[in-house]
């Protein structure tokens, strides 16, 4: 009996713990087919979120819903890769950056930043200098969440990636405000990034530089008082065109802020490796060496003193020819600053040929309108000084030039603003003649009236000019201008008029000829008696020799 139960029961047995053992299976496979869908899903939408024009269209689809709870996910592939997700997604799209932060997706991402391994942080990282790029309300946003710390203490991670992070994702953040750049140096960056300066990863170093511009532009002085001129001047040294191109921004940011930092980026060496770095083979790094040399010499008159004694004009003279790369406006806007801090400098630049090349330029059908502005901002610098500077500006034939710009109805208001103020300098020192008489006919009267302010220097004293004055129709001009009593217009006419006879200034007004001709009519002829009654004595004795005859 007992053997025909167990053999009853056996085969029951058997199937149960098949069945188990198939259910455990089947459990495991969708498990991991779970875990493969999820992983694909992440890696998918962080590959379509490369492309800003898949932005919008996944946010449609509700993609940040269903990459919220996979920011925490188990797995820590899945988890990377949807953080690596909402970063590109943030990245191009401001909305987005913004729901990630209403959402708490920023704010749990951050509390698992030093939870997980580098990779993570990396990713995190990344996240946080996406949403903090778009502007100051975000980034301080992501201060308030208390971001700083976290980003600080990655700078000290052993990872150099997360190290890069960090440093980008902090000059993100300061970049916005001076407020923000505060908070960002408060926290001990500085001495963190110029030790990632000088770490022997390219990568590293270019991203640190570009994070110590960041903050200089709002932070000078606690860039210098981090140590970190010596530092980028010999960053220079290097090869890398994309890190000479950071380092000299950098050192421009500091350069710029007042008269005492460009000192101290003078004093740590910066001038040299600046006016070596104008000759570059790389465009970026020249309009950065011309930048640097610009914000060093528009602050005071030793300093352009120095540059130029350094020889510095030729080089800025040669950038000026470029016609791409950008280096040409901050050169020109280098030499104008130069120019107007002494006369004597101005005369440097006069004779590095600027004037010549700033004309030039002026004459170029394809130069944009900020080219114009510095051209024209330049040379007002140059002529103000005295006679013979404008001299200068004057036989390059600038004004007609300046003239066209201001009256030209394509000129945009910046460009006559420019070319008036120029021209406007250049008049009130010429005592050029023959530069000023093509005005006299073409200048409104807006500009007529500095013409007419030398003209009235020049004429009282100079015979030859008072003559050439009315055989070119000068004098007849300017009795044709129509003027309002009291204005210095009319002021400088009759000064002008004084210097001339009345009857020549009445014979050149107009309505003169038409007033002669009134008194033409209305004279009245007095007719001597030569056709009366009497016959002169010469007519009798002729009368009487034709009829002896």
């Given at each position: ?116 391994n580098v990779y993570y942080k ?93 903050l200089a532009q709002h932070k ?195 460009v006559k603003a420019r070319a ?130």
């Amino acid at each position: 009996m007992k053997t025909h139960i167990d053999s009853f029961y056996k085969p029951h047995t058997i199937s149960i713990f098949d069945l188990i053992i198939g259910v455990l299976q089947g459990g495991f496979f969708i498990f991991e087919t779970y875990q493969k869908a999820r992983l694909v899903f992440v890696q998918t939408m962080a590959e379509l979120a490369t492309r800003s024009t898949n932005v919008k269209c996944l946010e449609s689809a509700g993609v940040l819903e269903l990459l919220r709870p996979l920011l925490s996910d188990a797995c820590s592939t899945v988890r990377q890769c949807a953080v690596v997700a909402a970063a590109r997604l943030a990245e191009h799209d401001e909305a987005v950056a913004r729901q990630l932060l209403s959402g708490g997706m920023v704010t749990s991402t951050l509390e698992n930043l030093n939870k997980y391994n580098v990779y993570y942080k990396r990713s995190a990282l990344y996240l946080l200098r996406a949403v903090a790029k778009h502007n100051e309300e975000l980034a301080s946003a992501i201060v308030r969440l208390g971001a700083l710390e976290h980003i600080v203490s990655c700078l000290e991670d052993f990872d150099t990636q997360v190290k890069e992070n960090a440093a980008w994702a902090l000059g993100y953040i300061g970049k916005h405000s001076e407020h923000l750049a505060g908070l960002v140096v408060d926290a001990g960056t500085l001495p963190l990034l110029v030790l990632a300066f000088q770490e022997p990863e390219m990568s590293l170093k270019q991203i640190a530089a570009g994070a110590l511009v960041d903050l200089a532009q709002h932070k000078p002085e606690a860039v210098v008082d981090a140590g970190a001129i010596p530092h980028l001047v010999r960053g220079l040294e290097n090869q890398d065109p994309k890190l000479k191109r950071s380092t000299l921004c950098a050192l421009g940011a500091v350069a710029s802020a007042r008269a005492e930092l460009a000192e101290a980026t003078v004093a740590g060496g910066a001038l040299p490796p600046a006016l070596l770095h104008t000759g570059h083979d790389s465009a970026p790094v020249r309009r950065a060496a011309a930048c640097l040399l610009r914000d060093i010499v528009k602050h005071s008159v030793d300093l352009a003193q120095l540059v130029v004694n350094t020889g510095g004009c030729g080089p800025l003279v040669e950038l000026m020819f470029e016609n791409t790369g950008g280096a040409r406006i901050p050169a020109c806007m280098a030499l104008g600053y130069i120019a107007g801090q002494s006369d004597q400098l101005a005369m440097a630049v006069i004779e590095s040929k600027a004037v010549v090349v700033s004309v030039e330029i002026l004459q170029k059908s394809d130069a944009d309108d900020a080219e114009l502005c510095a051209a024209a901002w330049t040379l007002g610098h140059i002529s103000k000084h005295s006679p013979q500077h404008s001299l200068a500006v004057a036989v390059a034939n600038a004004f007609p030039i300046l003239l066209q710009l201001y009256t030209s109805p394509k000129s945009s208001a910046e460009v006559k603003a420019r070319a008036s103020c120029a021209l406007k300098q250049a008049l009130q020192c010429c005592l050029h003649r023959p530069a000023l008489e093509p005005l006299l006919h073409s200048a409104p009267a807006c500009i007529l009236k500095y013409v007419l302010a030398q003209y009235a220097k020049i004429l009282p004293n100079d015979a030859r000019a008072r003559r050439l004055f009315v055989t070119t129709g000068a004098l007849k001009r300017i009795q044709e201008i129509d003027t309002v009593p009291g204005t210095s217009l009319k002021e400088y006419i009759n000064i002008i008029n004084s210097c001339f006879p009345e009857e020549i200034v009445r014979f050149y007004t107009p309505g003169y000829s038409d007033s002669l001709l009134d008194r033409v009519e209305a004279f009245t002829p007095q007719i001597p008696e030569l056709f009366t009654d009497r016959v002169p004595s010469d007519c009798q004795s002729e009368l009487t020799m034709e009829n002896t005859n």
